[in-house]
């Protein structure tokens, strides 16, 4: 039998913006309904923490390894996991359009002209690729 949790996409953000956490974090809360695309996922969730910490990734070697090299290049002021009913490069795709719209909307919140060092990964097959 298949669990709940084995059903659900997962995707995760590593993002530079300079926004408050409760700010950033309404944002994508606003623009996520907005982007979704009709084919994909009816609930996309998402939880943000500030900073990165390795070490909630420890479970799992090679996203440990993106998390470390994330918070390692001094630039990263946030993770993003999310999850929905997609699978997860769609539940990536999904992340990734709200970050940009959420950077498009307020591109002082993020890098130079709201192009941010974001990071969207997704496990495929037991590796991790990048959202483009």
């Not at 669990?3 to 996409?9: A, I, K, R």
């Not at 943000?48 to 090299?69: C, M, Q, W, Y």
């Not at 999904?94 to 002082?108: F, N, V």
């Amino acid at each position: 039998m298949v669990s709940q949790d084995e059903t659900q996409g997962r995707a995760y953000g590593f993002i530079e913006c300079y926004a408050p956490k409760e700010e950033l974090q309404r944002s994508l809360a606003e623009v996520i309904p907005a982007v979704r695309s009709p084919q994909g996922p009816k609930n996309l969730e998402f939880t943000l923490s500030e900073g990165v910490n390795p070490d909630s990734f420890r479970a799992d070697p090679e996203l440990h390894r993106i998390a470390t090299k994330a918070r390692d290049c001094g630039k990263i002021h946030y993770t993003i996991g999310a999850r929905s009913e997609m699978d997860n490069y769609e539940t990536g795709l999904e992340l990734g359009t709200a970050i940009e719209q959420s950077a498009s909307l307020h591109p002082d919140w993020y890098g130079r002209n709201g192009q941010t060092q974001s990071r969207i990964v997704y496990e495929q097959d037991g590796e991790y690729l990048d959202i483009e």
